[in-house]
């Protein structure tokens, strides 16, 4: 066939999954196909029109700072930018941009088709192509067979999807969208550990039949912060204000009576839903006595009137969402563009992953996104874009490469998922990072864009950016450090206003900016400061890294005691039924997990330290 058949990656779907892991494989070098349902819906949000937050945000960064995607697309289609928690510390403040819808796919899209050694092609994938335990390839709904090294699989809520409004269901993949049901059967007959999760979305309201006079205003930040470590806010398009409302008790006895006729409450949905988006029944039950619930009024766009309120997710019968819709404030009279809905669909136990996103099961073929029991745009571009890489990796017959928990978000999420599984839908949360100190947002370039840069994925513009700011905060570091000041014979009034008072003796400028009430910028007004760096990116850099050295050195000491183990490698293959001394539960949970090191073992429920030093010794045995 004169059609290019033979890839080095392919890559089912194209959400932000599978555009992440497509686009990485493309830039390591690698031949790499797309195929996906429908090109119109490349990099389509399926939910809120939303990228970043807490947590989230951290692993935008992460991507970008591995030349990924999201974060420049968000700053050519953001159309409100907030940074979260911007009056709290470094390590918890977090980037937040409303989108527009599409101008979001069209940046997306843009980049997929400039992309050198990336082929698009609008396809649905019925069935991988199988060798004993080793993918080879796919075959589409058309019978069309490509081959591959390695294949990702990023098919988000679309393996068996059904979609529910109160007692009505059908087969979707979301609204508007086909399901994936050939290659959900097929998965399933391979055996591997499929379960189901659920998730919403709200009715969407066409905006101008809102009262926004009732509703309270809430701007994006002036000036406007731009996402990728290579934007700028002059990228961004025309800014919008969202605007906040809330429910009321009549919106929530509405909500009641409609019950009986919930597919949620009436056991009709089977599979967990996301345990921090409820739907609007979920939160009014679960916190039954609150008499009013939050709901952010966040436009889908710029050349759209349809409106997403965020907060009010639901799979009630479509005229209780007309009721409940029409009794919050300034939605009075609010029509109904879209109705909400539940989906339940297909993951796989992340279990059965090796920490590359690799399936244990069968060579080559890698998982990423939703089908992995995540939740979040940001989850999924995260995980794809790691699954790109380690498909590249695979392809070319080299090592799996995998940030640790003390690099990167990423890091954390698929050591999280490989090591604990899930019971309910995964989303980022800081709280989930036990070094949070050293995984800012501010630094992901740092953590990250060196080791980007060796696997292939981040480009020369990049790199050269990146390599001047690294120096530059060095160059800038070793000024501070030689340079001494002795308040005491700096004009009274200087010092006092930059250092406050009580300094006695002479320090260097960088023990000086240790100090918490003392900023960089006052500090370079001091009289024989010097002129200091002008890009504000280092400057802040320079600040943090000299505030948070000594929980940072602390942190480090850590994660070196921790390192030995995490070093210290468990084979797959090992029957832990022949390890003499672990109890019955263990052997079990080991044998089930088959955790790849020793570290990852130990962060098994009821694995206990016990346990490990048992493991210890045979490994030192078997040595
Ligand atoms: P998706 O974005 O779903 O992309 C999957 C892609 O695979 C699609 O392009 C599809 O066409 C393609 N595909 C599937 N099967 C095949 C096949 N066989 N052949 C070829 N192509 C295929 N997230 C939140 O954080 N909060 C929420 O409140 C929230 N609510 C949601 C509500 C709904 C109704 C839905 C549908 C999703 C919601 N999400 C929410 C989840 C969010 O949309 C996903 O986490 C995110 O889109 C996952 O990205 P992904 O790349 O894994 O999959």
């Known amino acids: 066939m004169l059609y290019p058949s033979q890839f080095d990656v392919i890559v089912i779907g194209g959400g932000h999954a599978g555009t992440e892991a497509a686009l990485a494989s493309a830039r390591m070098g690698l031949k790499t196909l797309l195929l996906t349902h429908n090109i119109e819906t490349l990099g389509q949000m399926s939910c809120n029109p939303s990228i970043g937050g807490i947590g989230k945000g951290h ?95 990023t098919a988000g809520t679309f393996l068996a999807g059904l979609v529910h409004v109160g007692q009505s269901n059908y087969q979707a993949g979301r609204a508007g969208d086909p399901p994936s049901i050939t290659l959900a059967q097929r998965l399933r007959e391979i055996q591997l550990p499929v379960k189901r999760f659920k998730t919403g979305t709200p009715p969407r309201i066409d905006g101008r039949s809102l009262d926004y006079s009732v509703m309270v205003e809430q701007p994006g930040d002036d000036p406007a912060p731009a ?27 509405i909500i009641r009576g409609g019950l009986d006729r919930s597919p949620l409450y009436t056991g009709v949905i089977e599979g967990v839903g996301p345990r921090y988006c409820p739907s609007i029944e979920d939160k009014i039950m679960r916190f039954s006595g609150k008499d009013s619930h939050q709901i952010f009024v966040e436009p889908e766009g710029l050349n759209t009137h349809e409106i997403y309120p965020n907060g009010i997710s639901t799979s009630l019968p479509f005229d209780v969402q007309v009721e409940l819709v029409r009794s919050i404030q300034g939605f009075e009279n609010a029509h109904i563009t879209r109705p909400g809905y539940a989906i339940e669909y297909d993951f796989f ?60 978000y990423l890091g954390v999420m698929v050591d999280d998922l490989i090591t604990r599984g899930v019971v309910e839908p995964y989303r980022m949360f800081t709280s989930r990072a036990e070094y949070r100190l050293m995984l800012r947002e501010d630094n992901a370039d740092l953590r990250l864009t060196e080791a980007g840069r060796l696997l292939g994925v981040v480009d020369d513009a990049r790199w050269r950016c990146f390599v001047e700011k690294r120096e530059a905060i060095a160059r800038e570091q070793e000024r501070l ?72 050195a602390r942190q480090q000491e850590e994660v070196a005691r921790h390192q030995h183990y995490e070093a210290m490698v468990l084979p797959l293959s090992l029957d832990y039924r022949e390890v003499h001394g672990l109890s019955i539960e263990v052997q079990q949970k080991l044998n089930q997990h088959k955790p790849e090191t020793l570290g990852q073992a130990g962060r098994i429920s009821g694995v206990t330290p016990a346990a490990i030093s048992v493991l210890l010794v045979y490994l030192k045995r078997s040595q």
């Open 349 to 408: 136990d992340p279990l059965g992953l090796k920490h590359s996103l690799e399936t244990k099961a069968i060579q080559g073929l890698f998982f990423a996104g939703q089908i992995n029991g995540t939740t979040g745009y940001e989850e999924a571009a995260a995980q794809g874009i790691l699954a790109g890489i380690n498909a590249g990796l695979s392809a070319q017959g080299k090592e799996a490469w995998y940030p640790g928990r003390d690099q990167a």
């Open 481 to 552: 450090k030689s340079v001494w000041v002795n308040p005491k014979l700096l004009p009274q009034e200087d010092a006092e206003r930059v250092l406050g008072k009580g300094i006695e003796r002479e320090y260097s400028l960088l023990d000086l900016l240790r100090r918490p009430d003392v900023s960089y910028s006052d500090l370079m007004t001091l009289t024989g400061a010097g002129v200091g760096v002008g890009d504000s990116k280092v400057a802040e850099q320079i600040e943090i890294q000299a505030k948070y050295q000594g929980y940072i």
């Open 59 to 153: 692993l935008v960064k992460e991507v970008d700072a591995l030349g990924g995607a999201m974060a420049a697309a968000t700053d050519e289609a953001g159309i409100q930018f907030r940074i979260l928690n911007s009056s709290k510390g470094p390590a918890v403040r977090a980037t937040r941009a409303q989108a527009d819808r599409v101008l979001y796919r069209q940046a997306i899209r843009g980049r997929l088709e400039s992309q050198p050694n990336l082929w698009l092609f609008q396809q649905a994938v019925d069935d991988l192509i199988l060798e004993q335990d080793r993918v080879m390839g796919v075959i589409t709904q058309l019978g069309l067979r490509f081959q591959a090294k390695a294949v990702v699989l």
């Open 227 to 253: 996402f990728s470590f290579l934007g700028s806010s002059a990228q961004h398009p025309r800014q919008l204000p969202c605007w906040i409302t809330q429910t009321n008790l009549r919106t929530h006895d």
